[in-house]
Nanobody, 118 residues
């Protein structure tokens, strides 16, 4: 099992910044990708950004140039960060951390609310 614990959501004004973090622990040795997804009511969960163990990154077109994903590691944990800048009201959503291990189902965090509003 992999445990994912997210932090950093909240309320921010348009144009502001937030940093989300997610700590992955447990059976992390076969994780090949970590990412962030978001979901608003009535819509499908969508990929925001993803990073792999080979350091490739993927961003949705809607966040390119504004969001940056990064990863830290220790002996027993991975931490994936999402630095969000120039936030827009349409970035309002619940953000979920995602971990993809080889040979196992993917894991999800509990979600953290990001609200962009004046």
């Amino acid at each position: 099992q992999v445990q994912l614990v997210e932090s950093g959501g909240g309320l921010v004004q348009p144009g502001g910044s937030l940093r989300l973090s997610c700590v992955a622990s447990g059976r992390i040795f076969n994780i090949y990708a970590l990412g962030w997804y978001r979901q608003v009511p009535g819509k499908e969960r969508e990929l925001v950004a993803q990073t792999t163990i080979s350091d490739s990154t993927t961003y949705s077109d809607s966040v390119k140039g504004r969001f940056t994903i990064s990863r830290d590691s220790t002996e027993n944990t991975f931490t994936v960060h999402l630095q969000m800048s120039s936030l827009k009201p349409e970035d309002t959503a619940v953000y979920y951390c995602n971990a993809r291990p080889y040979g196992m189902d993917e894991f999800w965090g509990q979600g953290t609310q990001v609200t962009v509003s004046s």
